[in-house]
């Protein structure tokens, strides 16, 4: 039997393109549209002045047999991930339980904490973070009031990395507003239980709150890996722009930076932001795969 679509039901759909039409824009024009150009640049010898020559597959072979500094930048990406990305998981629902305590004034608490995740990755912030841990900044003050010589952590290739990581750590405010509304999701009844059983706050952590957290420490994973690989301020300014010292601070994104628009390699930097985005998809890959063992939803059963 065929079925008479009714006017207002095309009128609907039209009300809905309408609102969807700023998205679908932007979605083209800012999103699917450079990546394309981009994709296409990155076959090309391209320097921003003449026009692209297509040259294949040279500047993958380029990176992947004959560029130390590639391997060098993902190593440091990699250590950099798996440094900051648990340290502000932890940090973040550390502070989260502590506010979830029914304490006085609860919104302001949590829009002081929120702050540093605005204000982290701008500029300013970088740059009264390369003052706190100069070698005569705040940091190495407050050690030596203990008559500990603190390190040069700026200009020491060795230990930059760490205020880097610290930086990132102190933007934990997005994950812990996200770990403070699961915690109140989780019914009263189940820590009175548990306490009539004998339980514990130990016990009540690991066999309560974190299996029923599993599913927004998920969402707060995947989130925190695809923004530590995309870190690119505090690099650039703590590291004076160049990655020293010694490509101590030469992060993936930086080297991609520097390639394109000050060494005018545009084609190359295509490159690279591929090949980034082809490693970001495969450490998600990995958090989606491995899920099922690990979150737990609220009907009992573990992930899909």
């Not at 841990?133 to 050690?143: A, I, K, P, R």
């Amino acid at each position: 039997m065929r079925t008479v679509r009714k006017p207002l039901a095309r009128t609907h759909n039209r009300t809905a393109y309408l609102f969807l039409l700023p998205w679908l824009v932007g979605f083209f024009c800012l999103t699917l549209g450079p990546m394309i150009g981009s994709l296409y640049l990155s076959f090309t010898k391209y320097n921003l002045l003449d026009s692209p020559r297509w040259t294949g597959w040279t500047n993958y072979k380029e990176i992947f047999s004959n560029d130390p500094t590639f391997s060098n930048s993902l190593v440091l990406t990699f250590k950099y991930v798996l440094l900051s990305v648990p340290l502000r998981l932890v940090f973040a629902l550390l502070v989260a339980m502590a506010l979830n305590k029914g304490i006085r004034a609860l919104g302001i608490y949590r829009t002081v904490y929120y702050v540093p995740s605005l204000l982290g990755g701008s500029v300013a912030i970088s740059i009264v973070w390369r003052q706190i841990f100069d070698s005569e900044g705040v940091v190495n003050t407050f050690l030596g009031w203990f008559g500990i010589s603190g390190p040069s952590w700026i200009a020491h290739p060795d230990y930059l990395i760490y205020p880097i990581v610290a930086l990132s750590v102190w933007q934990f405010g997005s994950a812990m507003v996200i770990f403070l509304a699961g915690l109140k999701q989780i019914p009263a009844d189940l820590y009175e239980a548990s306490q009539v059983d004998g339980a514990g706050k130990a016990r009540q952590f690991f066999s309560i709150s974190l299996p029923m957290l599993t599913p927004v420490l998920f969402f707060n994973l995947i989130m925190s890996i695809i923004n530590s690989f995309q870190a690119f301020t505090p690099a650039y300014v703590i590291g004076d722009g160049r990655g020293g010292p010694l490509d101590a601070s030469m992060f993936y994104t930086l080297y991609l930076y520097l390639k394109g628009f000050a060494y005018f390699d545009m084609g190359y930097a295509s490159a690279l932001a591929w090949i980034m985005l082809l490693i970001i998809a495969a450490f998600t890959g990995i958090v989606f795969a491995t899920s099922r063992y690990w979150v737990f939803y609220g009907d009992g059963k573990e992930g899909r």
